[in-house]
């Protein structure tokens, strides 16, 4: 059973940085895709980023140029770096791995942009 789990999540001032860690059981290269999505209290759960297998990267409209996604396959992780933070960030963030037609989740870590 795949299992992923995130790190890194906590509570930082507007304008700044964080970077999450997400750790596979298996090579992230195992995986179709790896993506984080995020999801605010009361709202859908939405994409932040994405990398292929491939190394393509895809990002939400909302965090362009402001976060980016980068795999490290030696260390079985996929990393969001997140700089700019801004009080709408605030989010549970989720880690995602794409299997085909189906996916495995991490259980998620919270982000808090607050003064």
């Known amino acids: 059973q795949v299992q992923l789990v995130e790190s890194g999540g906590g509570l930082v001032q507007p304008g700044g940085s964080l970077r999450l860690s997400c750790a596979a059981s298996?090579?992230?290269?195992?995986?179709?895709?790896m993506a984080w999505y995020r999801q605010a209290p009361g709202k859908q759960r939405e994409l932040v980023a994405q990398i292929t297998s491939r190394g393509s990267t895809n990002y939400g409209d909302s965090v362009k140029g402001r976060f980016t996604i980068s795999g490290d396959n030696a260390k079985n992780r996929v990393y969001l770096q997140m700089n700019s933070l801004k009080p709408e960030d605030t989010a549970v963030y989720y880690c995602r791995g794409g299997l085909g037609a189906s996916a495995s989740w991490g259980q998620g870590t919270q982000v808090t942009v607050s003064s």
């Open positions: 298996r090579s992230i290269f195992s995986f179709n895709d």
